[in-house]
């Protein structure tokens, strides 16, 4: 007589916490070549970047697949989505300043330590999610006061860029610029996703 095969539950948590980790390494790679920038250091940001895609889409398939998740199916898309978009914004990032023959400058490297520690964030609160809900809403706020930082950040270098009489050179550091604020926006709604989701469980 044959067994019955039970379908192994998915567990969404897991999911988010490995795409989420792949984004830090992601990011983390984006810091390593803005202190030295190398081909082989901006590569690495590509190769994360591709990881954590298939990371979103094996999420995404098993959202499809599940009757019932533990998360509201609308947030868990949501939350995956933009930190997926952490991640693009950073190989973004990389193949423009390559594009433009631009070196990263001091602002790109604070504004992507800002991302990183964000990103960490994202990856402690989902990680706390399932079983600390206090800890995750704590880390949520924290990673909404680094956009604060970001977006500060992000103004000062546009001041400081607008005084040079270079327009080629403001227009397309100003796209740099723009990436890495956008990348900074999405942390700030991953954030804003995860005190939903808290408030429901």
């Known amino acids: 007589m ?3 095969k039970i379908k192994k539950s998915v567990n ?3 999911m988010l916490t490995e795409q989420a980790s792949l984004t830090v390494a992601g990011v983390q790679a984006l810091c390593d070549y803005c202190d030295d920038p190398t081909e082989e250091k901006g590569a690495k940001v590509k190769e994360y970047e591709v990881k954590a895609d298939t990371a979103r889409r ?3 398939s098993e959202i499809n697949k599940t009757f019932i998740t533990p998360i509201d199916r609308e947030d868990l898309f949501d939350l995956s989505s933009a930190i997926d978009d ?3 914004y950073a190989a973004t990032t990389i193949e423009e300043l390559g594009i433009y023959k631009l070196k990263p ?3 790109d490297e604070e504004m992507s330590d800002i991302i990183l520690k964000q990103t960490s964030g ?3 609160a989902v990680t706390f999610l399932e079983r600390n809900k206090d800890m995750s809403s704590d880390e949520a706020v924290k990673i909404k006061k680094l956009e604060n930082k970001a977006n500060e950040l992000y103004h000062k270098a546009l001041s400081e ?3 040079s009489d270079d327009l080629k050179t ?3 550091t100003r796209e740099i610029y723009r990436h890495l604020n956008n990348a900074a926006d999405k942390g700030d709604h991953c954030a804003d996703v995860l005190l939903n989701i808290i408030v429901k469980m």
């Open 58 to 60: 094996l999420l995404i």
């Open 86 to 88: 952490i991640i693009d």
């Open 2 to 4: 044959g067994l019955i």
């Open 12 to 14: 969404f948590f897991e």
């Open 105 to 107: 400058d001091n602002f």
């Open 122 to 124: 994202i990856l402690k």
């Open 161 to 163: 860029l607008f005084d």
């Open 170 to 172: 403001i227009l397309k």
